[in-house]
């Protein structure tokens, strides 16, 4: 057996506490800073990995030939976590690589291509089979977190600060001790609501968590046992009419009803025990609908429109609004119990003008960051010129009602017009009513239109609207869009 000396415990013991810290945390960045035993400064994170990376390095090979067997069981722990901090970070290019290559793939999960080698260190440092399997499926999974958060969240006010430590948590817990020996690939039933304004980047976010979930990996194949291409699906409720949003969540067997010509499955049915259902808009849906949804979350059953077979869902639901989902429940168009199920988790998403009032910098490095999506590579100067056009066009407190959807295609505007103009808002005033033009507008069913749009402009809620009207809910919703 090999002794360690009380040097080493204290290094790899810190090794362990860094490997549970949150990577967008500032816990993690003390704690990596008191390990290299130097003053806080300006160290990226990869900056910092690389430096404790070399000091791990020397001290494992102190220890060579490793192998985990060799010690004592107050110190194998410890030793594992040190061992697999060092091989994680040694593969992180490799991982990476792999991810954007999955990524083109699509849904056909791809073998790992430096499976043998990275299985061989494992075998040579005496883990066994069912260790590999799970260590490479974690290394995967951890990989994946750190590459969708970082690459849909960009910022750094506090804010984002803070969602981006959020969403980690979100994956691995907030102790992910617990995660590793408890609820590692037991997450379906922890659900995330997403609360917002429109255009906050809530359907990115739900894409980063719902593209990180543990997905097993397949050591005879070398492959993993699903894409996560494959893994996330969404819907967005509001897309469609109440006679087919059952159709589209459940799926419906083929004559359930008029233009049934064929089979069909719902997002439940296309959902892996591996993946996450993304239910976008989920304050617009009516109670039917809700009691319907309510079954499944809760029972993991459903049954196709059509259909008495039962089906079992397996994944995590993640859901999101922009609307006021306690204002929702107080009015009764919410219901309390679906709520209840939904809020393993709430997280709210920060605002384009809470972000620029954290830190005026961010304005500068979002669009940055979007320019990139716009010409697919970042570019400085563009970005800086397009800066400089905003802050002469726009007033310094504009509020950015659209948040960053809205600064997405100020770029674009600015890109194809050279300036950016604002349309101003109508103001509602729930004390003005609604106008119209005695000789034009008097007809029954322009009255109609114009007063369910007035009450949808108060409460943003066809349901609201449907009840108050006592009309039918795709009759309010078509006279809405109509205006």
Partial sequence: MNNLTTEQISFFTQIKLISFSNPFGLEREHADYQLLEISPCNLSLLERQSKIQQKLSGQLQQLAPFNINNFKST???????????????????????????????????????????????????????????KYIALFYQLHRGFYFISQSISGDCLAITELRKRLWNNIFTFNPEW????????????????????????????HAIGCSGFIPFDLKNNCFKESFQQSFISINLSQYPDNLLESELFGHKKGAFTGAIE??????????????????????????????????????????VGSHETQRFAGRVISATNQDIQQLRKNGIFRDDLYYRLCSDVIVVPSLKQRIEENPNELLSLINTLISRVISNSNE???????????????????????????????????????????????NNKAQ?????????????????????????????????????????????KYILAT
């Fill in 75 to 133: 110190h194998r722990e410890m030793m594992v976590f040190g061992w697999l901090f060092y091989v994680f970070h040694q593969y992180q290019e490799n991982f990476n690589t792999f991810i954007e290559a999955q990524k083109q793939a699509g849904e056909h999960s791809i073998p790992l291509p430096f499976a043998d080698e990275l299985i061989t260190e494992f075998k040579q440092a005496g883990f066994n089979q069912l260790e590999i399997e």
């Fill in 179 to 206: 995660y590793l020996n408890y609820l590692c690939g037991k997450m379906e039933d922890f659900s995330t609501l997403l609360l917002g304004e429109t255009g906050t980047g809530k359907s990115l976010i739900a």
């Fill in 263 to 304: 089979h069909h499955q719902g997002v439940f049915s296309r959902c892996s025990e591996y993946g996450a259902v993304f239910i976008d808009e989920i304050g617009d849906i009516d109670i039917a609908t809700q009691v319907k949804l309510l079954n499944v979350i809760q029972d993991r059953k459903f049954c196709p």
């Fill in 381 to 427: 100067d563009l970005a800086r010129k397009i800066y400089s056009q905003i802050q002469n066009t726009l007033p310094n407190n504009y509020s950015w009602p659209g948040n960053v959807r809205e600064l997405e295609q100020c770029i674009r505007s600015i890109c194809l017009t050279g300036q950016y103009s604002v349309v101003p808002q109508t103001k």
């Fill in 433 to 477: 009513g609604f106008v119209f033009d005695m000789e034009k507008d008097a007809s029954a069913q322009h009255l109609l239109q114009t007063y369910c749009r007035y009450l949808y402009d108060q409460s943003n809620n066809y349901e609201s609207v449907a009840r108050l009207t006592q009309l039918d809910r795709r009759t309010v919703k």
